[in-house]
């Protein structure tokens, strides 16, 4: 089993920065697959960005893409979210999520997730 805890969130201006960090516990991290998932108030939960095991795969929702940049650090057991050029549409509660195969892009695929960290970009 993994567990995971999100950190990194918090209030920035639009156009600003922000990294969110993802630390897992338990053992054999390498062997999930990792993902960022969003959910603004009074609305669904939404993928972000998706790696593989290796990190040598990413993917991205239109919304975030050359903006945001996924990555992973497996012998820190940590998965990261670096965003760039945020926006208020960005405004929400950022879950990572860890799923048992290569690669994973849909909810219903993955098996763990944190409580999630809350991002807010003003205007």
């Known amino acids: 089993q993994v567990q995971l805890v999100e950190s990194g969130g918090g209030l920035v201006q639009a156009g600003g920065s922000l990294r969110l960090s993802c630390a897992a516990s338990?053992?054999?991290?390498?062997?999930?697959?990792m993902g960022w998932f969003r959910q603004a108030p009074g609305k669904e939960r939404e993928f972000v960005a998706a790696i593989s095991r290796s990190g040598g795969r990413t993917s991205y929702a239109d919304s975030v893409k050359g903006r945001f940049t996924i990555s992973r650090d497996n012998a820190k057991n940590t998965v990261y979210l670096q965003m760039n050029s945020l926006k208020p549409e960005d405004t929400a509660v950022y879950y990572c999520?860890?799923?048992?195969?290569?690669?994973?892009?849909?909810?219903?695929?993955?098996?763990?997730w944190g409580q999630g960290t809350q991002v807010t970009v003003s205007s």
């Open positions: 338990g053992r054999a991290f390498s062997r999930y697959a």
């Open positions: 999520a860890a799923c048992r195969d290569y690669y994973c892009s849909r909810q219903y695929e993955y098996d763990y």
